[in-house]
């Protein structure tokens, strides 16, 4: 029986289908008065970086619904390189988990430093917000299996944080 587009849409993908990088280089107006990369700047690069998988990923509109934790490890400066590597690391059902990794490179000497890492919860919406189921993502390496099973524990320490911070709104 020939199948729908909607069953198309919703055939799964591997990982690497989607997986994305970003550029961006360091520009004075992206700094501090010390010329040290804005924390609120590179957050929303790592939002950007995160958003372009889901979307390819799902082949929809997406809407950020968190970001876990951030720590920056490596101070980055005006006139570096940044590079911004995101992958879908599991689908639920209408949400998906997406890493991003972050990196200054030093392309005179040609190497990477690790300066962050976040996890990124996008839901996938239509066009008037509604969420929509989003297709299974396929694990193919041991890394990727090992994200995969990583998120799903990530998902339920996430679940029982928003219900207690639920429980103290006024
Ligand atoms: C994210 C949003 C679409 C969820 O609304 P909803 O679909 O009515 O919410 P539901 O409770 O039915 O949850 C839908 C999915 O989102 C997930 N979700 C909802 N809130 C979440 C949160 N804070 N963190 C992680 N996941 C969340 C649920 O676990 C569920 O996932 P699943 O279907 O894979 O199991 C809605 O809260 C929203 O639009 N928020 C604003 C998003 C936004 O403006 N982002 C910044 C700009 S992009």
Redesign the pocket.
Known sequence: MPINEEQERLMPRPVCDSQSEMNEIVLPNDANPLGALLGGRLMHWI?LAG?LAAHRHSRNY?????IDHLDFWTPVHVGDLVVLRSSVNR??????EVGVTVWVENYLLDELKHVSSAYL?F?A?DAA???LK?PPVIPETDEQRRRYEDAGRR?EI??AE?QRRQANVP
């Open positions: 939002d958003a997406v809407v950020t619904a968190s689908v639920f059902t209408t949400s998906m919860t839901v919406v917000g509604r969420h989003v998902r996430r679940k928003r």
